[in-house]
């Protein structure tokens, strides 16, 4: 009985422990993020870069679903519609996103405070639980500790803006002591459990932890092999095979979610680009020392996972008490893991086989948890001996190394300072630990106290660089609760089922119009054409891309208006700093955070009738050329909207000058200027417009109207003559108003225009096509009268149904693709799992099984 309350009462301490850590965890970070005067404890924004930009948004919009707002499945706030099921599977797949429900939109920082510190302490935790597993030797204190240092990693630091990679944090430590479990006692459900969450609750970083999770199993199985004999290698195959097949079944068990997150993922970017294995290299290998200092950067991997451990880290290879092939596997393991951060195409296999533009080395927790864990077993051989003389040692060496490296140019001033000085404290602490017992004790109390000064100061430096230039909070605040009342305006004011609106100034907007916070609809529920996020629809963008909007085609933007374009496209209503050519204001709609409502009359229902030529490819570098084909084939005859003008052109002093002479009418005039000449400032009658030619920037810009003559001049270009085509035309409005009209008598009345169903009837002459302004998409389909019909791509982009003469219910239903087989396939993994457990069912430990 003694023995089992001996049990119970560490098993206690140790719950305790994992409840400290979490705390812990929480405090630490919310002592960082104070000491950075960031939100909720200071005034600047705690929202960074894509956080700021797009995954508030994601929240807001995730929010509106769990209110029976929106839906996941289909959206028309996601650019013209699309599923938004590849975003989810991305970026909001974690339980603990639900949460977000209990918070208003202004309030969404908080919420993001509150997930962050979540989040790390339960990085805390899961690295608590693999430690006590399995490392049960090491002292309890030394065990919270490490795990400590895995919650407030410079990772962590770094990466808590990509709030969803801290999933992957959370999860890596329970699938390793899945693994572990799997080889030390056989056991198959965790592991099948741990590798089917992990994908499920968020592929990307399920990705890197299961590649690594299949190092580890290699790493932990070769460790028990006693003898390589046939016996045992026979063993060993069979072990890995079962190993194998257990997580191929956990990820088809994941494919209810998974499978359908591929098959959206398909109409964006690329699965797979040869090019990632070019050779090349991230400067220096040794530039991965660089990472083990206090507030290491994006310059080189950042690997900080606290000082004191970095030196038992080191310590663990200097131990003559661990076997020699235990060290030579844990260098291999180290050494690849640190050659994955060094050589390009092992770190973009890492990264998803992909090359990343931003956010450099995503799979660096791995390489963290991996030093942490020989920390752990430095840990383990330290404290059979507890030879603080040698320990000390470690640290002074680990002062040589951040010296020599900072004289080849290395370290900032108060990194290297605060480095040292930190590893001088434990050189000290263990060095005089070695006087006695009641001293060691007295002196080893202070490395928590010690730890967690370094880990906030880490924090702290990390943050002050990364947030340094984030606005105030209030900025936020002010902007989402003044535009929510401004779009709430608009719904009151329309009475119509089906409109489109968007706004041209986007949050934060920039002078230059170049914004990347494009996320609006998302947020506000309303349907718009703006839409960035990298689960994004390859032929939707290249529609918008082709019609004029932007030069993009992996973002929908749209920050000037083109009526026609607009008009086509249902756009009813923009948000505009400035008045919209084209557009009436609407005084009766207060101003909002600089911007007014401007109202199109032109607009087009969400269905029209369209001529068979809608069918055949739109093709034309020209957006007006464009334009004016893809009226004209859905009309069915030829119709010249936009008339070509004729501009004067001078290039002096890098600064290239268009003079276009007046049409005589108060034809809308636009302009495009194509170049290979980049990042160009557009000025139009003498006054500054926006950048232009560069990333975010727009494509076609209006220019005034034929009342008189116009200018438009491109500052800072460094071509000739012959290095550009401009465009610039004037919109015959006669011609326009009639086209639109036309349409407008053939329109389908919309009855219901909601996310994944719209339903509308129509009156047909004769046999016709019904061309809707929705993106085709497999998931889509269509009724007429109750009997299906089929859905045929039209106008490049959109989708059209066939009609017959007399009256027309047109109905169409969108369910996800890939759902049916993706759940066929989780049942699949379920079969295969079960199908192991049987067959391995008589299969006992092997002797070192227990060991």
């Known amino acids: 009985m003694s023995g089992k309350f001996r049990s119970d009462d560490t098993r206690k301490r140790n719950l305790l422990a994992l409840g400290i850590v979490f705390l812990s965890s929480i405090f630490l970070f919310i002592l960082i993020q104070a000491g950075s005067g960031l939100y ?36 028309f706030t996601k650019s013209l519609g699309g599923s938004l099921v590849a975003l989810f599977g991305y970026y909001l797949g974690c339980p603990l996103n639900l949460l977000v429900v209990f918070f208003q939109i202004e309030q969404l920082p908080l919420f993001l405070f509150i997930l962050t510190a979540v989040k790390q302490g339960l990085a805390g935790v899961t690295a608590g639980i693999f430690f006590w597993k399995r490392f049960p030797a090491v002292s309890l204190r030394m065990r919270t500790l490490i795990s400590l240092s895995y919650a407030l990693m410079q990772y962590n630091m770094l990466q808590s803006s990509n709030i969803m990679w801290l999933d992957g944090v959370i999860l890596l430590p329970l699938l390793l002591l899945a693994v572990y479990r799997f080889v030390s006692g056989n056991r198959k459900r965790w592991l099948f459990l741990t590798v089917l969450f992990s994908i499920a609750i968020n592929w990307y970083t399920g990705y890197m932890t299961g590649l690594f999770a299949v190092c580890y199993f ?76 206090l507030g290491s950067y994006f310059e080189s991997v950042s690997l900080y996972c606290g000082l004191l451990f970095f030196g038992f880290f080191l310590y663990y290879f200097f131990s003559r008490h661990v076997e020699k092939k235990e060290k030579i596997l844990s260098v291999i393991a180290v050494m690849f893991m640190l050659v994955s951060c060094w050589f390009v195409p092992l770190d973009c296999v890492w990264s998803g086989l992909r090359y990343v533009a931003s956010y450099p080395f995503r799979f660096a927790f791995i390489v963290i948890f991996l030093v942490l864990y020989l920390a752990a077993r430095g840990v383990q051989e330290y404290e059979k001996i507890k030879d603080g003389k040698k320990m000390a040692a470690v640290y002074a060496g680990c002062i040589l190394l951040f010296l020599v490296y900072h004289l080849a140019g290395g370290y900032g001033k108060n990194q290297l300072l605060l480095t040292v000085a930190v590893l001088a404290v434990y050189a000290l602490l263990y060095l005089f630990s070695g006087m006695g017992e009641r001293k060691r004790a007295g002196l080893q109390n202070m490395v928590p106290a010690v730890l967690a000064v370094e880990l906030v100061l880490n924090g702290i430096m990390t943050f002050q660089m990364n947030y340094e230039w984030n606005q105030d909070i209030s900025a936020y605040q002010e902007y989402t609760a003044r535009n929510a009342e401004q779009v709430a305006a608009v719904k009151k004011l329309e009475s119509d089922e089906f409109y489109r609106m968007d706004t041209l100034n986007k949050r934060y907007d920039e002078e230059s119009r170049c914004s990347a916070f494009l996320n609006e609809a998302m947020v506000y529920d309303y349907r718009g054409l703006n839409h960035y996020s990298s689960t994004f629809d390859g032929t939707t963008g290249d529609f918008l891309r082709d019609i004029g909007y932007s030069s993009e085609s992996t973002i929908s933007i749209v920050s000037e208006s083109s009526l026609p374009a ?262 699949m993994g379920l079969f295969i799992f079960f199908g192991i457990c049987w067959m391995d069912r008589t299969k006992k430990p092997h002797a070192w099984y227990k060991n």
């Open 40 to 75: 909720p404890f200071g005034s600047k924004s705690n929202m960074l870069w894509d956080q700021d930009i797009q995954y508030v948004d994601y929240f807001a919009y995730y929010r509106n679903v769990l209110l029976g707002k929106a839906d996941i499945g289909y959206s």
């Open 218 to 293: 290699l790493y932990e199985r070769i460790l028990k092999i006693d003898k390589p004999d046939p016996k045992e290698r026979k063993r060993f195959i069979k072990d890995t095979i079962l190993c194998g097949g257990i997580m191929l079944a956990g990820v088809l068990g994941s494919c209810f979610i998974f499978y359908p997150v591929v098959v959206g993922l398909q109409k964006g970017k690329d699965a797979f680009v040869p090019e990632i294995f070019h050779l090349a290299t991230h400067g220096s290998l040794f530039d991965a020392f660089k990472g083990f200092a």
């Open 566 to 827: 607009d008009s086509l496209l249902g756009i009813k209503y923009l948000l505009s700093a400035s008045e919209v050519a084209g557009y009436e204001k609407l005084d009766s709609i207060p101003e909002a955070n600089g911007k007014s409502v401007y109202y199109n009359p032109y607009a087009l229902d969400a269905g029209m009738e369209a001529a068979d030529t809608v069918y055949e490819k739109t093709e034309s570098a020209n957006p007006f050329e464009y334009q004016n084909m893809l009226f004209s084939k859905i009309l069915g005859r030829d119709v010249e909207l936009y008339k070509k003008a004729e501009p004067e052109v001078l290039i002096e002093d890098q600064v290239l000058k268009f003079s276009i002479p007046a049409s005589g009418k108060d034809d809308l005039l636009y302009g495009y200027v194509d170049s290979w000449v980049h990042d160009l400032v557009l000025y139009v009658d003498g006054g500054y417009r926006c950048n232009y030619a560069t990333w975010l920037s727009y494509k076609i810009f209006n220019a005034g109207d034929g009342t008189k003559a116009h200018t438009a001049a491109l500052d800072g270009y460094s071509g000739k003559e012959q290095d550009m085509t401009p465009y610039f035309y004037y919109l015959d409005q006669d011609l326009f108003e009639e086209a639109i009209q036309e349409l407008k008598d053939k329109e389908m009345v919309t009855e219901k225009f909601e996310d994944g169903y719209v339903k509308g009837s129509y009156t047909a002459d004769e046999d016709c096509n019904m061309l809707l302004s929705i993106p085709y998409d497999d998931g889509w389909t269509a009724s007429v009268n109750g009997k299906k019909v089929e859905i045929r791509p039209a106008a490049n982009a959109l989708m059209a149904v066939p009609l017959s003469a007399g009256e027309n219910v047109i109905e169409l239903k969108y369910e996800i693709p890939g759902v049916k087989a993706g759940i066929g396939l989780s049942i």
